[in-house]
């Protein structure tokens, strides 16, 4: 059986998360999608992935919140074992150069979206950052194959062979 | 499902392990001791091909691990062995069973693994594919015909999956933006499989089941030319894929009135591409002209293997990325067969029933609708490993010494298995066609009933009529 590999976003604004869920829609027959207003309810649902075993392949996260900000969201998942491979994207207007450097060095951030962003860009880029986790963590792509980049789940299928199953 | 999977899981490796401890002490009658023993590797082998509690490639090395334990010259019971094997077994060496990984069909295999890998790394795949699908226009059907022998001229030097993948990644972008209630959608999502299942049958090297018929072929001294396999399987495959292709436009008739399929690519023409394309052509020469200068199959397979890692075609990277597995997986039929026939097992097994009536077609067909409800649910590779010994043991008096009376049935057999294609899990090219969205379970469901009908009733014709003049 497949592993469950969930999307999780973050942003204070209702009105952006509702267009970041609108855009990623498409995804979520096979990526339950995950939304939090705030830092402390993103933890909040990292601990419910955790206790479920669900994984987390991508989140995307805005910088400035009220409480915790983003940067530093994406900083202490860098350093927790489970999150460490989850793919990193912040979707910012007011990140500083400085945060936006702390996130790439110390978060290993895979993609900068810059608010407001094109039509679309979103969903590219989180199919992208999906193939790249489901290559990172080795899984079978099968299940997912129908949402990734042709080219990057041509690179996935590579690795079966006429005596898979 | 996942507790139902558990539980066939432990089943299997329960059911596994008990007939390989207690099948020696059992004592049959007319098995010899080593046919006991090579029972209960077989049972062994079997239970965990078909409930696969561990993956499959391991049931195969696990296989020649017991056979040098218990059946060779370095077996841990070798002190005891002449107690144990009072009939007079001659173990053979131990060498015997690790020497089935070096088995000219196993090179073969593997210098086909180089070319395909060549072929993949510059790109010759898809420039063949943007190649030859052009003659075929922009008519939905043609297009549709076309992409069905494209891949399968393809599958037919590479592997079935590779194939797939290749072509699905080609063609989805392009197809997904047809209309969601076009038939024509599933017929190209169908297309895909369907030419690769198919195309693996027309040369040796296309799919492992003909390397499991061309090894238990071998192994009775018939040593089966490329260019023979080819001049019997490619007609089949022809007609096959041609009826299938009617078939399918007439189940899956699309209402587009113009598809064309783009493929953006360009003959790399460095050195090293060059050097792919020459090697890759040289050996496919030398394998079809094989009658003419002599050198067997799995002398010429070497050639690539030597050439395109001096030339730096294929690097270390790409040697790795080999499915080694596959390779295993055959050599591990091929010791199990060695086994069977040296202790009478086989010649036992063929025994417990009485075939009296049976003419070799009737045997044809039988093993054939076993080989293929089996194939559908299990690896092709598998089932034809599992028949291929009984088969050829039943075969070799009815052919009395004649090796065309042998070559028919074994090839047949060998090759309705690749004609098994009903369900997603029948073959990777399936599931692959299945997991892009495109097309669903039933959709499989038709095509297969359909291809598998088709295989089935011109294999048994072909090797009843056409094949013996060819031989």
Redesign the interface.
């Known amino acids: ?1 497949s592993e469950t590999i969930s999307i999780l976003c973050v942003d204070d604004e209702p009105d952006v998360l509702d267009v970041v869920v609108r855009e990623l829609a498409s995804l979520e027959d096979t990526f339950p999608l995950e939304t939090a207003g705030s830092a402390a309810e993103a933890r909040e649902c990292l601990d419910r992935l955790r206790r479920d075993g669900t994984g987390l392949g991508v989140i995307v996260c805005d910088h400035i919140m009220p409480g915790e900000n983003g940067v530093d969201l994406l900083v202490a998942m860098a350093g927790d074992e489970q999150w460490r491979i989850t793919r990193k994207v912040l979707l910012t207007g007011q990140a500083g150069l400085e945060a936006t450097v702390r996130a790439i060095n110390r978060a290993e951030l895979a993609h900068y979206i810059a608010k407001p962003w094109e039509n679309r860009e979103l969903l590219h880029v989180v199919r992208r950052q999906l193939g790249l986790y489901i290559a990172a963590r080795g899984l079978d792509p ?2 997912y ?2 949402h990734l980049e ?2 990057q ?2 690179a996935l ?2 690795h ?6 | ?2 507790i139902r ?1 558990m539980n066939r899981k432990w089943t299997g490796l329960f059911l596994g392990l008990l007939a390989l401890l207690v099948m020696p002490f059992l004592s049959l009658e007319g098995l010899s001791f080593s046919g006991h023993v090579a029972l209960g590797i077989f049972s062994m082998a079997a239970i965990f091909w078909i409930f ?1 509690p561990i993956p ?2 391991a049931t195969s090395m696990a296989v020649i691990l017991s056979q040098v334990l218990l059946l060779s010259d370095q077996s841990v019971i070798s002190g005891r062995l002449k107690l144990l094997h009072p009939e007079g077994y001659t173990a053979p060496a131990f060498t015997q069973f690790y020497g089935t990984l070096a088995n000219p069909i196993i090179i073969l295999f593997l210098g086909g693994f180089a070319l395909a890998a060549a072929a ?1 790394k510059y790109k010759l795949d898809r420039n063949l594919t943007r190649v030859l699908l052009k003659p075929f226009g922009t008519r939905p059907v043609m297009v549709s015909l076309g992409v069905m022998v494209v891949t399968a001229i393809l599958s037919a030097f590479m ?4 194939t797939t ?2 072509m ?3 063609a ?2 392009i197809v997904a933006a047809v209309s969601r209630d076009d038939p024509f959608r599933r017929l190209i999502g169908l297309s895909i499989p369907v030419g690769a299942n198919i195309g ?1 049958i027309a040369t040796p090297i296309g ?2 089941p003909n390397a499991v018929a061309l090894a238990a072929l071998a192994r009775q001294g018939v040593i089966v030319p490329f260019s023979t396999w080819m001049m019997l399987a490619t007609p089949l495959v022809v007609v096959t894929l041609l009826l299938s292709w009617w078939g399918m436009c007439r189940i899956f008739p699309p209402r587009i009135e113009r598809f064309e399929l783009r493929i953006d690519s360009t003959f790399d023409r460095s050195p090293r591409a060059i050097a792919a394309y020459t090697v890759f052509i040289v050996t496919v020469l030398l394998w079809i002209t094989e009658k003419l200068h002599g050198i067997p199959s799995g002398v010429v397979a070497f050639l690539p293997l030597v050439l395109l890692p001096a030339m730096g075609v294929l690097e270390k990277k790409d040697i790795r ?1 080999f ?1 080694w ?2 390779l295993w ?1 055959v050599a591990g039929g091929i010791s199990l067969g060695l086994s069977l026939q040296q202790t009478g097992l086989a010649v036992w097994m063929v025994g417990q029933v009485s075939w009296e009536g049976f003419s070799t077609t009737g045997l044809v067909v039988l093993f054939s609708l076993v080989g293929f409800l089996v194939a559908n649910l ?4 598998v089932s034809a490993t599992i028949l291929m010994p009984i088969a050829i043991s039943l075969v070799l008096p009815l052919a009395g010494g004649v090796s065309a009376a042998l070559v028919i049935p074994i090839a047949a057999i060998g090759i309705i298995v690749s004609y098994a294609n009903i369900l997603p ?1 029948s ?2 090219p399936n ?2 066609a299945l ?3 495109l097309i669903e379970s039933r959709d499989l469901a038709t095509s297969g009933i359909l291809v598998g009908a088709l295989g089935f009733i011109f294999t048994i014709l072909f090797g009843l009529v056409l094949w013996p003049i060819l031989l």
Request: hydrophobic content about 40%; proline content about 9%; glycine content about 8%.
């Open positions: 059986m099968l299940p194959l129908r042709p080219g789940a041509a299928l590579r079966m062979s006429d005596a898979d199953r | 499902m996942l999977t696969e499959i490639h993949e592997s079935n999956t590779a993948a290749m699905m990644t080609v989805i972008p693996g799919t492992p990325g499915s597995e596959v997986l299990v690896s092709h590779t899990i073959t990777p599931a692959i997991s892009t969205g």
